[in-house]
C-alpha cells in the first residue's frame, strides 16, 4: 500500500497490493484529471491517458475550444454549467441565482490514518501492533474562486483491502448562502471497454436478486428516493467485462455506505467513455450551506477485482469485516435466536412466550427475541407506534418479569422496536400531531397506517432515545431489533424553515445514526439488528451500527438462495440474517425440508422463526443438530472467504457456495438441488479458493484428495434428484503424514 505524488508529472497514484487508481494535474495544474483505475500498473507516468496532448487541447492553449475539451477530459470530480455537458458530480445555486460551479486544483496532502466523516458511518484504520497505521489518505483541496466554494476529495486506501474509499467535503468560505443541490461521492471516469452493468433489484420478500444489462449510450442508473436504501433498488454498481465469470474477468464495484436516497449511475458518452457516479440522489435535496459551514457527503468504496465477481466480493467482506463493523460482536458467534413474529404475529401473551422459550432451551437455541406487539394498545399494526409502554394486558408483571422468567429458563432476552415510527392513532399522535412528517396543508401518506417521526426535530430525537432506552434500561434486554416499515413520502417537515426543506432527506437519515451510535455507546454490549420491512435497509451504513441486518421476510428457503446470492455478493455472511421458519412458507406458501431449510440459514446468523412448540416432534427432533451444526460451522462461516459456485438465478436447477478458511485450512460446501431431475446421476461440482498442493479429506466420504484435484477435477455430489435436496461438505486439510 503507498501513495505517491509525482510533483514532475502532477500525478497522484494510490496502490493497494493489486490495483492502482491514479488522478493527474491538467492545464499547469488546474485541472484533476481522473488517469487509471485497474490492476497495478509499474509506470507512474500516465498522464497520457487524459488525452490533453490530442485534440482538443486545454484551455491555455486552445481557449477558442476550450468547450471541447470540457465535453471530453476525464474529470475526476465535474462540476456544472462551465462546459462539461456529461453529468456532473457537484451542483449548485448561488446566492446571485446562478447553477455554475468548477474547480480547481490548490493543494494536497497524504498522511497515514483515516479521519472519521462527523456524523456519518464510514470505514476506519485500524493500527496496527506495531502502532502502524493500516490506511492511508489523500486529500485534495479544490476550489471554486468565483462563488467561494471548497472541496476536499478525500480517498483512502488499506494495507490488508485492495479497496478505494473517497469522501467529498464541502465548506463554503465566500459572504452569503450557496445552495448545494447535488454531491455525488465518487465519479470515475474511464474508457468503454464493453461492460455490463450489474445492479441489485427487487421487492419486499425478493430483496437484492442479480440484474445485468447492456450499457447503452445516455444514462442509465438505479436509485431510491423512499428515504432508506429501499427493497427495490440497491446503492451498489458494476462494470462487469463481458467474459466475466465468478472467478475470472474485470468488475469494477461502486457502494455507498449510507442508507437513504442514493443514486448510482453509468453515463456513456458520444466518445464512448462511461462516467460511472455514486452518491446522495439529487431529488429532493437542497442543502443550505451557510458561510463558513461545511458539508460532508457519505462515502463511496470502489472495488476493482480482475478475479471476477468472486474477488469484489472477498475485497468488500474483507473491507467491512475489517474496517467498516465494530460491534463487539464481529468477531463472535452470535447467540442462536428464536423470534417469535412468524410464530404469533401480534397475538402473544408472557406464558406463550414462555412456553416458547422452555422448549427453545431444550432444543439449545439461546435466545428469545419478542417482536412487535408488546407495547400501547398494538394488537394489530393499525396503532400504537410511539408509545413505547410495556402492554401488561399481553404481559403482566412487566417487561422485567417477562425477561427475568426468559433468563431463568436460561435464554438471552432480546427486544422489537420502531423507534422511527407514529402511528395516527397513538397517544403520541395525539399529543404531538407536528412531530410527523408533512407538508403543511396537505394529508400525508400513510403506509400501513403509520407516519413517520421528523426526526430534524431535535425534542422528537431525544423522546425517541428517552424511550427506547428507558425500555432497555428496565430489564435485561441484550438484543434490539431495529425496525423500519414504510418508506418516506410527503417530505416537508412543520420544523424546518422553508430554505431547509430540502435537507430532510439527508437530515433524517443523519438522525437515525445520530440515535443508533447513541445506542451503541450507552449500551455497548447490545446485538443490534437493523431491519426494514425486510431487508429494506440492508447497506454499508446500517454495518456501521450493527452487526447483522435481517435480510427479507421472505424465510422461504429457495427464495432465500436468490436474496441470499444477492446479498453476498457484496457483505459479509456474517451479517446476514437468516432462520429457519415454518413450512407451508408464510411468503410463499412452499414446503421444503427442514434440513434444507437449515443449510440455507446456516449461511447467515442463523436463527429460527416459528412457534416451536408447534412444531411436528419430526422437525424438532431436528433442531439440536441444527444448533451443533451451526456451533460446528459457525467460526468457518464468518470468517472465511467466500466463492459462489452455481447459481439457481441462472440455471434454474441449483445452487452452491463454499466458504474457505483464510488459512485454506478448511471449506465447506452447501449444494441445493432446487429442481428434481428425474433418472439423474450424481452431480459433479468444481470447488474454488483451495491450496492446490494440500490433501482434504471429506468428512462424509472419507475421501481424501488434492486441491487441485477438487478444484479442476471436481467431486460427484449423489442424491441430489429431488426438489429442495441439499447437502453440506466439509473438507479439511490433512496434515501431511495423516494423509500418507
Ligand atoms: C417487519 C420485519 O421484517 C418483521 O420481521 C417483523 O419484525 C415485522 N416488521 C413486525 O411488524
Known amino acids: 500500500m503507498r501513495i505517491q505524488y509525482d510533483e514532475t508529472a502532477g500525478i497522484f497514484r494510490l496502490d493497494t497490493e493489486k490495483t492502482s487508481y491514479i488522478i493527474g494535474l491538467a492545464d499547469e495544474k488546474r485541472f484533476i484529471g481522473h488517469v487509471y483505475y485497474g490492476k497495478r500498473i509499474s509506470d507512474t507516468d500516465v498522464g497520457y491517458l487524459m488525452r490533453t496532448n490530442e485534440s482538443p487541447f486545454v484551455p491555455s492553449q486552445n481557449n477558442r475550444d476550450r468547450s471541447s475539451f470540457f465535453d ?103 459572504q452569503e448562502s450557496i445552495f448545494l443541490t447535488k454531491v455525488m461521492s465518487a465519479s470515475v471516469d474511464m474508457d468503454q471497454e464493453d461492460y455490463k452493468m450489474l445492479t441489485l433489484q427487487g421487492s419486499w420478500a425478493r430483496e437484492r436478486h442479480l440484474d445485468f444489462r447492456q450499457i447503452g449510450y445516455g444514462k442509465q442508473s438505479v436509485g431510491s428516493v423512499r428515504g432508506e436504501s429501499s427493497h427495490q433498488e440497491h446503492p451498489f454498481l458494476a462494470l462487469v467485462s463481458e467474459n466475466a465469470t465468478q472467478e475470472q474477468g474485470e468488475v469494477y464495484g461502486f457502494h455507498f455506505v449510507y442508507s437513504g436516497n442514493f443514486l448510482a449511475q453509468v453515463e456513456k458518452t458520444q466518445f464512448d467513455s462511461l462516467r460511472v457516479q455514486i452518491g446522495i440522489h439529487p431529488k429532493n435535496f437542497r442543502w443550505k450551506l451557510g458561510p463558513g459551514e461545511c458539508f460532508d457527503a457519505p462515502e463511496a468504496v470502489l472495488v476493482y477485482s480482475s478475479q471476477g465477481l468472486g474477488g469484489m ?34 397475538d402473544f401473551d408472557t406464558e406463550k412466550l414462555l412456553a416458547i422459550a422452555r422448549e427453545a432451551k431444550k432444543a439449545g437455541i439461546e435466545m428469545l427475541v419478542m417482536d412487535d406487539g408488546w407495547f400501547g394498545d398494538r394488537n394489530d399494526d393499525n396503532t400504537s407506534l410511539g408509545d413505547w409502554t410495556v402492554n401488561e394486558k399481553k404481559l403482566p408483571g412487566g417487561l422485567k418479569y417477562l425477561v427475568d422468567q426468559v433468563n431463568q429458563i436460561g435464554l438471552k432476552f432480546g427486544i422489537w422496536f420502531e423507534p422511527e415510527m407514529i ?78 426543506q430540502g435537507e430532510l432527506s439527508h437530515r433524517y437519515v443523519l438522525a437515525v445514526y445520530e440515535l443508533q451510535e447513541r445506542l451503541t455507546r450507552e449500551f455497548p454490549e447490545l446485538l443490534l439488528e437493523n431491519c426494514s420491512g425486510g431487508g429494506a435497509r440492508f447497506d454499508p451504513g446500517m454495518l456501521y451500527y450493527s452487526p447483522q441486518i435481517w435480510c427479507s421476510d421472505d424465510t422461504d428457503a429457495v427464495e432465500r438462495l436468490s436474496i441470499q446470492e444477492g446479498t453476498a455478493l457484496l457483505y459479509p455472511l456474517s451479517t446476514m440474517g437468516a432462520h429457519v421458519s415454518d413450512c407451508p412458507n408464510h411468503a410463499v406458501g412452499r414446503v421444503t425440508p427442514f434440513v434444507t431449510r437449515g443449510h440455507v440459514a446456516l449461511a447467515g446468523t442463523f436463527g429460527y422463526e416459528l412457534d416451536i412448540t408447534k412444531l411436528s416432534g419430526e422437525d424438532r427432533a431436528l433442531i439440536p443438530e441444527q444448533v451443533a451444526m451451526y456451533h460446528k460451522y459457525n467460526d468457518l462461516i464468518r470468517n472465511g472467504d467466500y466463492y459462489r459456485i452455481a447459481s439457481c438465478r441462472s440455471n434454474h436447477l441449483w445452487d452452491c457456495w463454499e466458504v474457505v478458511a ?68 466439509h473438507l479439511t486439510a490433512v496434515e501431511a503424514d495423516e494423509s500418507k
Open 423 to 500: 402511528s395516527p392513532q397513538s397517544r403520541l399522535y395525539r399529543e404531538h400531531p407536528d412531530w410527523a412528517i408533512a407538508i403543511e396543508g396537505r394529508v400525508p401518506c400513510r403506509s400501513r397506517n403509520q407516519y413517520v417521526l421528523d426526526l430534524t426535530r431535535p425534542e422528537v430525537v431525544e423522546y425517541v432515545w428517552q424511550a427506547v432506552s428507558a425500555v432497555l434500561g428496565s430489564a435485561n434486554i441484550e438484543y434490539v431489533k431495529w425496525d423500519m416499515n414504510r418508506q418516506l413520502t410527503d417530505p416537508g417537515s412543520l420544523f424546518l424553515g422553508r430554505e431547509n
Open 662 to 729: 483464510k488459512d485454506k485450512g478448511e471449506a465447506l460446501v452447501t449444494c441445493v438441488q432446487v429442481l428434481g431431475r428425474p433418472n439423474y446421476h450424481s452431480r459433479r461440482i468444481r470447488l474454488s479458493g483451495l491450496k492446490p498442493d494440500l490433501r482434504y479429506r471429506n468428512e462424509e466420504t472419507g475421501e481424501v484428495l488434492y486441491g487441485d484435484t477438487l478444484m479442476n477435477a471436481g467431486i460427484l455430489i449423489p442424491g441430489m434428484w429431488g426438489d429442495f435436496q441439499s447437502r453440506l461438505i
Open 72 to 174: 471530453a477530459f476525464p474529470m475526476e470530480y465535474p462540476g456544472s454549467n462551465t462546459g462539461d455537458f456529461r453529468e456532473s458530480a457537484l451542483e449548485v445555486l448561488d446566492a446571485g441565482g446562478h447553477e455554475a460551479v468548477e474547480l480547481s486544483y490548490r493543494r494536497h496532502r497524504i498522511f497515514a490514518g483515516k479521519p472519521a466523516l462527523p456524523g456519518l458511518p464510514a470505514t476506519f484504520g485500524v493500527d496496527t501492533s506495531d502502532g502502524e497505521k493500516e490506511c492511508l489518505t489523500l486529500e485534495i483541496l479544490a476550489e471554486d474562486a468565483c462563488i467561494g466554494l471548497e472541496a476536499t476529495l478525500r480517498y483512502s486506501i488499506f494495507a490488508d483491502v485492495d479497496a478505494v474509499v473517497r469522501s467529498v467535503s464541502l465548506r463554503n468560505v465566500s
Open 313 to 346: 466480493s472477498r475485497s468488500l467482506h474483507d473491507l467491512y469485516r475489517n474496517h467498516l463493523i465494530r460491534s463487539p460482536y464481529k468477531d463472535k458467534k452470535r447467540p442462536i435466536l428464536i423470534n417469535n413474529w412468524e410464530a404469533t404475529y401480534f
